[in-house]
Nanobody
Framework: EVKLVESGGGSVQPGGSLRLSCTAS????????MAWYRQAPGNECELVSI???????DAADSVAGRIIVSLDNNKNTVYLQMNDLKPEDTAVYFC??????????????????????????WGQGTQVTVSS
């Protein structure tokens, strides 16, 4: 069974940092594209970052320079390190992954915009709240 599980969310003051984790089971990240999305209340999803299977990473302008995406192959976990957090970063954060070749399953999709259709596996989300 393919599963993505996010963790690491929480409440933090402006200027603080959090590291979100996305752990996969049933497949490995290292050859597949994955992404981090977020959704604030009342808003559409926003693509935060895409990490391609070859390790290249792109970040949205809203978070560029404040995030680091990394992969721990031993733990099959992708991390989203977020620094200098701002109140506008408050959202539920989802990780999503491209279905590997030969797989036919999918999990409930959490977002529908910003290229979300490229990803067939989604986690349940983790809440990040930034406030003073």
């Amino acid at each position: 069974e393919v599963k993505l599980v996010e963790s690491g969310g929480g409440s933090v003051q402006p200027g603080g940092s959090l590291r979100l984790s996305c752990t996969a089971s049933g497949f490995t990240f290292d050859d597949n594209d994955m992404a981090w999305y977020r959704q604030a209340p009342g808003n559409e999803c926003e693509l935060v970052s895409i990490r391609s299977g070859d390790g290249n990473t792109d970040a949205a302008d809203s978070v560029a320079g404040r995030i680091i995406v990394s992969l721990d192959n031993n733990k099959n976990t992708v991390y989203l390190q977020m620094n200098d957090l701002k109140p506008e970063d408050t959202a539920v954060y989802f990780c999503a992954a491209e279905r590997p070749r030969g797989f036919r399953t999918s999990t409930p999709q959490r977002c529908y915009n910003d290229y979300a259709g490229l990803f067939q596996y989604w986690g349940q989300g983790t809440q990040v709240t930034v406030s003073s």
